[in-house]
């Protein structure tokens, strides 16, 4: 498994199901500025900031938005793909499988404190920096 630091953040192997792992990342970690909009990846306080069947990712930086997913049942809404993350910040730890928001061409862009990652051949989500 290769290991890449990128803009601060450690961030090892991303292939296809693969295992994101992330961890000291620098960057806003309070919610102070959060004003969720509904979409994926967007930011949290609470389940009831994300759409449903999405559930707030409170470790990651200002929440995560994103839906549970597995390997036995992968499907996620067009506008996210599903991906093993582990998350270690200030706010704690995470762990599991997720749809995480697409990004690059012809979808969202990665909000602040985000940029866009590949995670296999075709898709790339909006990570942590």
């Not at 994103?66 to 706010?91: I, K, N, Q, R, Y």
């Amino acid at each position: 498994m290769g290991r890449i630091v990128t803009r601060g953040c450690a961030l090892q192997g991303i292939i296809g199901w693969g295992l994101l792992a992330l961890g000291g990342c620098a960057g806003s970690q309070n919610n102070q500025d959060c004003i969720p909009t509904q979409k994926p990846g967007s930011c949290c306080k609470t389940d009831q900031d994300c759409r449903p069947r999405e559930k707030c990712v409170p470790q990651m930086p200002q929440g995560y938005c994103a839906e549970p997913c597995s390997l036995a049942a992968p499907a996620c809404p067009d506008d996210t793909t599903c991906a093993h993350f582990v998350f270690t910040g200030s706010a704690g730890s995470a762990e599991g499988y997720y749809c995480l928001a697409k990004c690059g061409a012809g979808f969202v862009d990665c909000r602040e404190d985000y940029f866009c990652k590949r995670v296999d051949a075709d898709s790339q989500v909006c990570w942590p920096n």
